[in-house]
């Protein structure tokens, strides 16, 4: 299937995202995408921590809002360096709010180019591993499986390989919500 990333973020750009007011944590999420021939988004797996019942999961970079933080885009960009080291992010534009599962919040995922793939310098304390996920890869429909998560069931998720060892990664939930609403856009 043929992308166009292109015009999902003219899309973005010009889209005035509802912001969802709900009760919780109020968050923010980094979709980076590459703006090479073949676009890349950026991944990570969550490092384990007692308590975090998304330990080890599929994440994008993002965290909580921050009284420092100006705007949730703010937010997103400084979760993003601090998770991954990247800077030099370009702003396209904030996707609808999501309110998440499980009485967490809102989160704000916005989008974010840069022209090809920095070195990662990684905060191993939230981040286990990160990886550029080609999103032709993600556009494949093979790549789309059914997990069961405990006492919830069958979840939707992609399965892809993920790191220097080809790991599967399972991305599901919040973070296959957003990227699913991204690669809508880009069809």
């Given at each position: 299937?043929?992308?166009?990333?292109?015009?999902?973020?003219?899309?973005?750009?010009?889209?005035?995202?509802?912001?969802?007011?709900?009760?919780?944590?109020?968050?923010?999420?980094?979709?980076?995408?590459?703006?090479?021939?073949?676009?890349?988004?950026?991944?990570?797996?969550?490092?384990?921590?007692?308590?975090?019942?998304?330990?080890?999961?599929?994440?994008?970079?993002?965290?909580?809002?921050?009284?420092?933080?100006?705007?949730?885009?703010?937010?997103?960009?400084?979760?993003?360096?601090?998770?991954?080291?990247?800077?030099?992010?370009?702003?396209?534009?904030?996707?609808?709010?999501?309110?998440?599962?499980?009485?967490?919040?809102?989160?704000?995922?916005?989008?974010?180019?840069?022209?090809?793939?920095?070195p990662?310098?990684?905060?191993?304390?939230?981040?286990?591993?990160?990886?550029?996920?080609?999103?032709?890869?993600?556009?494949?429909?093979?790549?789309?499986?059914?997990?069961?998560?405990?006492?919830?069931?069958?979840?939707?998720?992609?399965?892809?390989?993920?790191?220097e060892?080809?790991?599967?990664?399972?991305?599901?939930?919040?973070?296959?919500?957003?990227?699913?609403?991204?690669?809508?856009?880009?069809?």
């Amino acid at each position: 299937m043929t992308l166009s990333v292109d015009r999902a973020l003219e899309t973005i750009a010009r889209h005035r995202p509802e912001p969802v007011d709900a009760p919780g944590m109020q968050a923010a999420t980094a979709l980076i995408v590459t703006r090479e021939q073949d676009p890349r988004a950026l991944f990570i797996r969550r490092a384990q921590r007692d308590g975090d019942r998304w330990s080890g999961h599929a994440a994008l970079p993002g965290g909580k809002v921050s009284p420092a933080d100006a705007d949730r885009i703010a937010t997103a960009r400084r979760e993003a360096h601090e998770e991954t080291g990247v800077t030099g992010l370009a702003t396209i534009g904030a996707l609808d709010d999501i309110k998440g599962w499980f009485r967490t919040g809102v989160v704000t995922p916005v989008v974010f180019t840069i022209p090809e793939p920095p070195p990662l310098i990684l905060e191993p304390s939230e981040v286990a591993d990160a990886d550029w996920i080609p999103l032709e890869m993600l556009a494949d429909r093979a790549a789309r499986t059914r997990h069961p998560y405990p006492r919830l069931g069958p979840w939707k998720a992609w399965t892809v390989p993920f790191g220097e060892t080809g790991e599967p990664l399972i991305i599901w939930g919040l973070t296959y919500r957003i990227l699913r609403r991204f690669l809508d856009l880009c069809r």
